[in-house]
């Protein structure tokens, strides 16, 4: 397609968002690159990333939308807002309803022949093999934004979160002038995403012993894992995703499944020691500056399931071959700013 000529100020866009709160971490250039002088724009996300978006301060109202119905359900509000241009970046097909219901005269999004009555405007499909972010920023760029920046994954958190993250840490006791080190062991997807607790539990018992401070974080879902961690501090499903970032941009490393948590990290520009499993670095690994990835290349991987599916010895292999040294010796070296 030819590209959108750049957005003339007084421009209102639609923006359907990223569901899953790594992927709205990843938007993030993406939507850097629409940014401009009198643009202004309406979001629609799942309810789970909303926090993420309204945190950014870059949208004059934030949407929530889940379910199959939401595109009928949203349809007065996103008309009555008058879009100019309207991007998806999302891959289901009600991403694309949506703008149609808009009656936005430009329609960007993804996908194959039944968007095609949708949008004005179309890229190919995703590519698993090329990093989410690019596939993002090809289509700002297709929507006439600017997208020659740094790449840039941070978001400030606010005040209210970084003081309401201070007086959880300070609540806990834990000691203010030992390192602090994040561990994440959840992630919503499936367990064919995690590396075993247990790993995790040996994995804190070590940093404690280096004078670590460890943290557990996650979401409502992840307190089970957290509370088996050994933690000297267990946030798990007590912030919010600001406050999240603001606990983990105090902290001196992450370690993190293919999850949100991961990309959480990367927001508040905290290094990462990522665990891979089932999915697939290439598609959302950390770059080269904000972190490493951990993972083994088996002729089964990446699968991209949520369980495993093979049984004995292969079941869970790709996690379970993945030591606690080789994690340790990589957040000692993130830690020091180099390697181990």
């Not at 606010?158 to 840490?169: D, F, K």
């Not at 891979?276 to 690994?285: E, I, L, R």
């Not at 790709?318 to 994690?327: A, G, H, K, P, Q």
Request: net charge neutral; aromatic share 4%.
């Amino acid at each position: 397609m030819t590209p959108w000529p750049e957005a003339p100020s007084g421009t209102r866009w639609l923006l359907r968002l990223p569901n899953w709160v790594g992927d709205a971490v990843m938007v993030l250039p993406a939507l850097r690159a629409l940014l401009g002088p009198g643009q202004t724009f309406l979001g629609v996300a799942h309810p789970r990333s909303l926090p993420l978006y309204e945190a950014t301060g870059w949208f004059e109202r934030v949407l929530p939308a889940h379910g199959a119905r939401a595109p009928l359900e949203l349809a007065e509000a996103v008309r009555s807002w008058r879009a100019d241009r309207a991007v998806s970046f999302t891959r289901p097909v009600s991403g694309a309803m949506l703008l149609l219901l808009s009656r936005a005269a430009l329609r960007l999004g993804r996908g194959a022949a039944l968007r095609r009555s949708l949008l004005t405007d179309r890229l190919p499909p995703e590519d698993r093999g090329i990093p989410l972010h690019q596939s993002q920023l090809a289509l700002a760029a297709a929507a006439g934004g600017n997208t020659t920046a740094a790449l840039d994954f941070t978001l400030e958190p606010g005040a209210e979160s970084r003081e309401t993250a201070s007086r959880l840490l300070a609540a806990s006791g834990a000691a203010t002038d030992a390192p602090r080190v994040a561990l994440a062991p959840g992630a919503a997807y499936g367990p064919a995403k995690r590396w075993p607790v247990e790993r995790y539990r040996e994995l804190a018992a070590r940093l404690q012993a280096r004078g670590c401070v460890v943290l557990g974080v996650g979401g409502p879902g992840d307190r089970e894992l957290t509370r088996g961690l050994g933690a000297d501090v267990d946030l798990a499903g007590r912030t919010t995703l600001p406050e999240m970032i603001a606990v983990l941009a105090g902290c001196r490393a992450v370690v993190s499944n293919d999850s949100g948590a991961m990309h959480l990290a990367r927001a508040a520009g905290t290094p990462v020691v990522a665990v891979f499993g089932s999915s697939s670095p290439d598609w959302t690994a950390p770059t080269t500056g904000e972190g490493e990835v951990i993972r083994r290349t088996l002729s089964c991987s990446p699968c991209f399931q949520r369980e495993c599916p093979l049984e004995g010895g292969e079941h869970l292999r790709c996690l379970r071959e993945i030591t606690v040294d080789e994690v340790e010796c990589a957040v000692v070296g993130r830690m020091s700013g180099g390697e181990a």
